[in-house]
Each structure stands twice: as C-alpha cells, then as structure tokens.
C-alpha cells in the first residue's frame, strides 16, 4: 500500500523582511485535513510564518513542502494554484466592487487552469456558510459591516478551492457575537475537510477550532501539542505577558 505523501512540512524555515530576521529554525508539520493555532504576543511572527507559507512579501530560508513540492521556490500566485489560501489580516477587499464581484474575482484560478465546473460549486459552498453573502450580493463592498467584510474575504479565498486555508487575525475589530458566527463557519469547513491554520491573538476562539497549538516567542517556537494543552498550560500566559 502506498504511503500518502506529507501535507505541509516545515524544515528550519526562516523568513525576514530585507535584512531583518523574524522567523528562525521553524520545524513544523501538519496532517491533511487538519487545523493548527498560531499563538503568540504581537511581534512573536505569526503573521510571518503565514507569509511564508504562501509565499507574500517575505524573504525565506529552508524547505516548505506541500504535498511533497517545495514551495520555497514558488511565486504566489503558483502557491494558490497548488491549493493554498492566504486571508492576510486587514482583508484587503476590492471595496468599489460588489460582494457578487470579490467573489467572482476569487475564481480566477481556477477559470486559468481550465476547472470550469468548479467555480459555481465554490460559490455554493461560501454561500451555504455565509448566507448574508448572497443577500448582499449586489451590494457595495465597502458598505459592509467589519464582520460582513472578513466573512467575505474567506469567501474569496475559498473560491479557488483550497486544500489549505491561511488566516491572519480574522477576530481583529470584531464584536464577540460576529466571531462567534464566523469561527461556527470554520469549524464548519473544517469538518468538508480543509485544512486550516489559524493565526490568531484570542486563544480561546482559536484553540476551541484547532487540533493542535504552536505558541511563538521572538521569532522561535516555544510551545507545542494539542490545543486543549496548551490553552491551559500556565506558560502561556507568561510567553504572552513576557514575565
């Protein structure tokens, strides 16, 4: 029988902006289908070794694998097209455009590589998750409540059919009752079985989603195991507090 191949490895990953280390020695891995938290203080890099992975505005050091391809090597728009989906905190919505065109724009990786079929089943699914998406299909993007607009964003990204979804700070400016609603439809997506990495500064949401939790101290990884674990592991608080 033969082996399935690793999901996602990470193997002494650095990653810097110009001459500035942020990430060092990162060594990580994650099954298919499975769902990891981010954890850590502003600054730790969470938000770094998300742009690693997909490849954004970030200099990287050692080997990324995704499903047995090194990706180190790989523009980011040819990350996408193997199956990964970055969310970067702030959104980064087309705000002029509709909520029905952010979506559609999210599809064009696969209207490029000739999957033709699947853009009206993408659309379903980001609709079945966030129904108040289809209600404000003709309206304005930047029109849109906080919540309104994050729940958008994943939208868009989970139009080119993700095997692994990256998400930065999605709670950020968020009323608790909206991150209630938008972490409900993640664990939804994770049980259609998509892979989920989280960076995420409130523990509780993220580590109530997660499998397993990395916490990241200057750059390196501090702490690691399965999410409940960690969440009650004393040390956290100190890693975040810096005592």
Do not use: W
């Not at 905190?89 to 909520?99: A, R, S, Y």
């Not at 993640?186 to 916490?215: F, P, S, T």
């Amino acid at each position: 029988m033969a082996r399935e191949p690793s999901f996602l490895v990470l193997s002494g990953v650095g990653a810097a902006y110009r001459r500035i280390d942020i990430l060092r020695d990162i060594d990580l891995t994650l099954a298919r289908g499975a769902s990891l938290a981010i954890l850590g203080a502003n600054g730790a890099g969470k938000t770094t070794m998300l742009r690693a992975i997909s490849g954004i505005m970030v200099r990287r050091s050692g080997s990324i694998m995704f499903e047995n391809t090194e990706l180190t090597a790989l523009a980011p728009h040819e990350i996408v097209a193997r199956g990964i989906s970055h969310v970067p905190e702030g959104k980064h919505l087309f705000l002029p455009l509709t909520v029905a065109e952010n979506i559609e724009i999210g599809a064009l990786p696969l209207h490029q590589t000739g999957k033709s079929g699947e853009p009206s089943e993408a659309k379903q699914l980001v609709y079945d998750l966030f129904p108040i998406l289809r209600e404000r299909a003709s309206q304005v993007a930047g029109t849109l409540s906080g919540g309104e607009q994050q729940m958008l964003a994943i939208a868009r990204a989970l139009m080119s059919r993700p095997k692994l979804l990256l998400l930065d700070e999605p709670s950020v400016g968020l009323a608790p009752r909206v991150n209630e609603a938008l972490f409900a439809a993640l664990a939804r997506l994770k049980q259609l079985g998509v892979a989920i990495i989280v960076a995420e500064q409130v523990v509780r949401l993220a580590c109530e989603l997660a499998d397993r939790a990395v916490v990241l101290h200057l750059g390196k990884l501090a702490m690691a195991g399965p999410a409940r674990e960690v969440r009650q592991d004393p040390e956290l608080k100190r890693l975040y507090l810096g005592a």
